[in-house]
């Protein structure tokens, strides 16, 4: 099995800054594409940021400018650098990487989410 593990969320003022990571795990031959999702209630869960796995970046409009997706393909994990964070980016973020496992078998992962909440 593959698990993803996500960390940094927390509470921050308006302006302020969070990096969020996820680490993936398991039995894993290798990752494609990674990407970050949010979520706020009565909403769907939107992509935010996406990175291949050879690096190319795209972005939401909502953060372009702002938020910065990288990963460390060593060691399984994408990061999403948040900066001049706004009230309505408070939501429960969450990654997602398509992982390539032995005998060929290929499928998307999610992590648990972690609650971002932006408020003065």
């Known amino acids: 099995q593959v698990q993803l593990v996500e960390s940094g969320g927390g509470l921050v003022q308006p302006g302020g800054s969070l990096r969020l990571s996820c680490v993936a795990s398991?039995?894993?031959?290798?990752?494609?594409?990674m990407g970050w999702y949010r979520q706020t209630p009565g909403n769907q869960r939107e992509l935010i940021a996406a990175?291949?796995?050879?690096?190319?970046?795209n972005y939401a409009d909502s953060v372009k400018g702002r938020f910065t997706i990288s990963r460390d393909n060593a060691k399984n994990t994408v990061y999403l650098q948040m900066n001049s964070l706004k009230p309505e980016d408070t939501a429960v973020y969450y990654c997602n990487a398509d992982v390539l496992r032995p005998w060929n078998r290929r499928a998307a992962y999610w992590g648990q989410g972690t609650q971002v909440t932006v408020s003065s």
């Open positions: 398991g039995s894993i031959v290798s990752i494609n594409a």
């Open positions: 990175i291949s796995s050879d690096g190319s970046t």
